[in-house]
Every structure is written in structure tokens, then in C-alpha cells.
């Protein structure tokens, strides 16, 4: 299945930005990805995996992976605006981002409200401890970063391009720790109970965008003094 170009790659026309990505890509879960993974588990016992669910699965996996390629090609032109969320997030959304997009906590606190078996409860404490290692020391790099700006800024010799640099560093290990804690749980989870995480996952990820939930939400926000 075609999936839209990341911002800055291919030829100049086929070009778009994030913001286009975006949208594109939440169409594409929402139809076909999430309809072909419910049908699938829907026709699949939970004792066993069939071609068809393992396929929907894989290509659910893959099209969130694809996200987080994009959000690197995005980073190498504007990391910046990676890192303090593009305007291709909806308010609801923001609540839950770190350094550009979901947490990589909230990706094992999901898989924990589904019932999983003590195994799989056993491989998403593994993942947390990995989590909770590397989430302060990209923070702790951001601030180093930060620092050193600041430090420059008061002499009168900020370096904006070092500072760039470390930024888009920063934007690119928080996407490789979101890939690899997702593919590390789906691989624990295996079969049916892994679709039923990334059936979960996309559910997830859509609702910030749903706009009876986002009506919702704006009418539980405070009225702006005038």
C-alpha cells in the first residue's frame, strides 16, 4: 500500500509538509489499516494467527514506524518546531507529547489495559526499565543544549547553529526510543494479543483527532477573559 513521501524526500513536487504528512497519514489508518486489523481479529481466535490478521497487524506496525521516519525527515529540516509540536497536533494531543510526539511511557501503559498474561506484564516492566533509563538522559541533552544557548546568548555569542544541531540530535533519539519500545512490545506481545495492542494504539491515536472528542474537550476548557 502507497504511503504519502516524508517531508523533504523524493522529488521537489512530491514534497509536502508535515503538516500534509500528517493528515494523510491519519487518513490512511483510519481507512483502510484499523477496518483490515478489526475485520481481521474479528475472523481470528485468540489461540491462533492466520495470514490475514498477521498481515493487517504487520502493516499497522509499519505505518506507525513510517510516522516516526517522517518526524526524523522533519527534524533534519526544522528541529525546532519538531520538538516543541508542529501544527499538525490537535490540542488534546499536546498533553501527552515528549519532544515531538507521544510518550514512549503511554505506549506501555496501554499495553497494561488490555489483561495482559504475566509474561507479556513481565516484558512491559523490562520496557519501562529501559524507558525510564534513556527518557532523562535525552531530557538532560535537551538541557545541556539549552544551557549552552543561554551561556552564549548573555556573552554575546550564541552558537544557533550548534544548538540546531543538538536539537535535531535530540528529536532523532526520542524517535528511535519510540520505535524500538513499540516493536519490542509488539514482538513480546506476538499473534493476536500484538494486533489487539495495535488495534488499541491506532483507537488511541485517532480519538485526539475525533471531532466529536475534540468538541468535547473544547467545551471543558475555560471561556478566555476578554
Excluded at 474479528?42 to 504487520?58: E, I, T, Y
Excluded at 539549552?146 to 547553529?161: C, M, P, R, S
Excluded at 550548534?162 to 512490545?185: D, P, T, W, Y
Aim: net charge positive; aromatic share 6%; hydrophobic share 50%.
Amino acid at each position: 500500500m502507497p504511503r504519502p513521501p516524508p517531508p523533504g524526500r523524493g522529488a521537489p513536487a512530491a514534497r509536502r509538509p508535515m503538516r500534509d504528512f500528517f493528515a494523510a497519514w491519519l487518513a490512511t489508518l483510519r481507512s483502510p489499516l484499523l477496518p483490515l486489523l478489526r475485520r481481521a481479529l474479528s475472523f481470528s481466535s485468540s489461540g491462533s494467527l492466520d495470514d490475514p490478521l498477521s498481515s493487517a497487524a504487520a502493516a499497522v506496525e509499519a505505518h506507525f514506524q513510517a510516522h516516526w521516519s517522517a518526524l526524523d525527515a522533519a527534524a533534519r529540516q526544522d528541529p525546532a518546531r519538531v520538538v516543541a509540536a508542529g501544527d499538525w497536533r490537535s490540542p488534546l494531543e499536546l498533553p501527552f507529547l515528549w519532544l515531538g510526539d507521544v510518550h514512549p511511557s503511554l505506549l506501555t501503559s496501554l499495553l497494561r489495559t488490555l489483561s495482559p498474561s504475566p509474561r507479556l506484564l513481565a516484558a512491559a516492566d523490562r520496557v519501562d526499565r529501559r524507558i525510564r533509563a534513556a527518557v532523562p538522559a535525552v531530557s538532560d541533552r535537551l538541557r545541556r543544549a539549552q544551557e549552552a544557548f543561554v551561556a552564549g546568548e548573555v556573552a554575546g555569542a550564541a552558537d544557533v547553529e550548534a544548538f540546531l544541531k543538538e536539537l535535531k540530535a535530540v528529536a532523532l533519539e526520542a524517535n528511535r526510543l519510540r520505535r524500538g519500545v513499540l516493536s519490542e512490545l509488539v514482538a513480546a506481545a506476538g499473534g493476536y494479543q500484538a494486533a489487539l495492542y495495535l488495534e488499541a494504539l491506532s483507537r488511541f491515536v485517532l480519538s485526539m483527532h475525533d471531532p466529536e472528542v475534540l468538541r468535547r474537550f473544547d467545551q471543558c476548557r475555560p471561556t478566555p477573559v476578554s
